[in-house]
């Protein structure tokens, strides 16, 4: 079992859809939670961190954590064709772990 | 303020070759990570230094592998004796203190091929 596991997708939404990305992980211990996007060719960057349970909303962004399923989502309300790039799902107990990610495509 | 930087930003080199990738953090930034992304995948852990604390090494794929920190800042990845499967990219993160809670920031990333 990976460490942390996502769907590769591609996950395909129309704009002004709402994208979600899960993202599940088998060290319970775990207790910082990150999602990081990723374009085409370019390196990660950070959109969302959590650490307790339950929702973290920022803008368009809503990260949820689940530490007793050892879950953790990020929903995209009204998706934009420029949020199209791959979502990695990090997690940190004692390192830092990153799922391969998913692919997520806004079709206008 | 200026992000990490990270040299040369492509690499080309023959099988059996030595390679040695650099990385600038964020000044002020005290701790250092190093990861590989091969194509598709997502970001692999090599090595991770903490201030003056011995590195955790724990990621390195093998020993033709090693990093060095000098001064606390710039770091060298150095790759002996290439293999086509070195090729990825190398990414170099940096944060303000350390691995459990705080945010990574990341370089461009330097893209290996060996032939």
């Known amino acids: 079992q990976k460490e942390v596991e996502q769907n590769s997708g591609p996950l395909s939404v129309p704009e002004g859809a709402i994208a979600s990305l899960n993202c599940t992980y088998s060290d319970r211990g775990s207790q910082s939670f990150f999602w990081y996007r990723q374009y085409s060719g370019k390196s990660p960057e950070l959109i969302m961190s959590?650490?307790?349970?339950g929702d973290k909303e920022d803008g368009r962004f809503t990260a949820q954590l689940n530490k007793a399923s050892q879950y953790v989502s990020l929903l995209i309300r009204d998706s934009q064709p420029s949020d199209s790039a791959t979502y990695l799902c990090?997690?940190?107990?004692?390192?830092?772990?990153f799922g391969a990610g998913t692919r997520l495509t806004v079709k206008p | 303020g200026a992000g990490v930087s990270q040299s040369p930003s492509n690499k080309v080199t023959e099988k059996g070759k030595d390679v040695e990738l650099r990385c600038d953090p964020i000044?002020?930034?005290?701790?250092l990570y190093w990861y590989r992304q091969s194509l598709g995948q997502g970001l692999e852990f090599l090595i991770y230094?903490?201030?003056?604390?011995?590195?955790?090494k724990s990621g390195l794929p093998s020993d033709r592998f090693s990093a060095e920190r000098t001064g606390g800042s710039v770091s060298t990845l150095t790759i002996q004796r290439t293999q086509q499967e070195d090729s990825a990219v190398y990414l170099c993160?940096?944060?303000?203190?350390?691995?459990?809670?705080?945010?990574?920031?990341f370089g461009p990333g330097t893209r290996l091929t060996v032939l």
């Open positions: 000044s002020g930034h005290t701790a």
């Open positions: 959590i650490y307790s349970n």
């Open positions: 990090a997690v940190n107990a004692n390192d830092m772990r």
């Open positions: 993160a940096s944060s303000l203190a350390g691995f459990r809670s705080d945010t990574q920031y």
């Open positions: 230094f903490q201030g003056n604390s011995a590195p955790d």
